[in-house]
């Protein structure tokens, strides 16, 4: 297991633009770019929010926590 603390995914409530290279977000097994990957996030109100989704890939992640109404995750 490996824990990635990269550039925030989602920043002021909107997908920030590195998620749209799939490899900055790591490498995962056989170059497969649609992973089991996992966000926390805060929305307006100060609550957490977690996703863990498969087959997802870091812009994917990122706009389920915009849906979601994050106003920052990592």
Do not use: K
């Given at each position: 297991?490996a ?6 995914p ?19 097994l056989?170059?497969?770019?649609a ?16 996703v863990?989704?498969?087959?997802v ?7 389920i ?5 994050v106003?920052?995750?990592?």
């Amino acid at each position: 297991m490996a824990r990635q603390n990269l550039n925030l995914p989602v920043d002021d409530s909107r997908a920030t633009p590195s998620t749209s290279d799939n490899s900055l977000w790591g490498v995962t097994l056989h170059g497969v770019p649609a992973v089991w990957r996992t966000a926390l996030g805060v929305d307006a109100n100060g609550n957490l929010v977690h996703v863990a989704a498969p087959a997802v890939t870091a812009q994917s992640l990122a706009a389920i926590m915009v849906e979601l109404h994050v106003v920052r995750a990592m």
